[in-house]
């Protein structure tokens, strides 16, 4: 039995060097990226994640362009591409009649359109592939190196930026009237949107790297209302799917990157019945004021 159960947990991330580089570029992924998505929902800009991790495209397809398939290149370029579109969609937002959702969207299906023909004009449909989905089995040490700046730095930022944060997510306008950091902070939020995007980006690529963000976050707001509480939770559940989608692609042959997102969607599900907030929960609640 014991045997059998190190076989299946333990056996694949002692034995094989790139399923531990998998596994710990993950988990670092998961402890920046977790909290940010928390912040995201709570902002009602879950759907402009999912728009600015396809604004990095054409940055890192620029890269792939001039130097291929190199972390560094793809990485600037991808950073700065979503610098550009969040600043972009920000700036028609609140300069014209536009809302925001509806500039992002208009920025994120341009950038999305230049950069898979940047990425065709020289790649094959398997370099294609690559940029799209990621390869989180593939990482080195300069992958990993940079995924822990990243992480660091949306640490550091979070740990600084708390409490204005929290305001903004409760009441952007009171946050404003009080304090000069309203906007700044915004941007800075943004910013750490898009750096974290970008550091998935290396692993589960540009179209499946927010969902690393997303999904453990919204998971962890049917089990809490708190802010902190909520943000830790989101990160063990990002731990929990990364181990789980790296242990279901290993022994099912499975791409590891969809694996892991689908690792975090049956959390979320699972959260949706049985979360304290979830509907099996509310339905007890409410059975019992009835027949009380």
Known sequence: MMETLYGFFIAPFADFAFMQRALFGSLMLSLGACPVGVFLMLRRMSLSGDAMAHAILPGAAAGFLFYGLEILPMTIGGLIAGIIVALGAGAVSRFTIQREDASMAAFYLISLAIGVLMVSIRGS????????????????????TLIGGIVLVT??????????????CLDPLFLRSVSRLGSPVHFIFLGLVVLNLVGGF???????SVGLMILPAA?????????????????????????????????????SGPAIILSAGVVYFASILFGTRGILRARIVHHRHRTA
Do not use: K
């Open 202 to 208: 290396q692993a589960l690529g540009t179209l499946l």
């Open 155 to 168: 640490l550091v930022s979070l740990a600084i930026f708390w409490r204005a944060l929290v305001a903004e």
């Open 219 to 255: 998971a962890a707001r049917f089990w809490t209302m708190r802010v902190e509480p909520m943000c830790v939770l989101a990160v063990l559940i990002g731990f929990a799917s990364c181990v789980a989608g790296l242990l279901l692609s290993y022994h099912a042959s499975l791409p």
């Open 125 to 144: 449909s398997v370099d294609l592939m690559h940029v799209l989905f990621g390869t989180v089995l593939a990482l080195n040490n300069e992958a990993l």
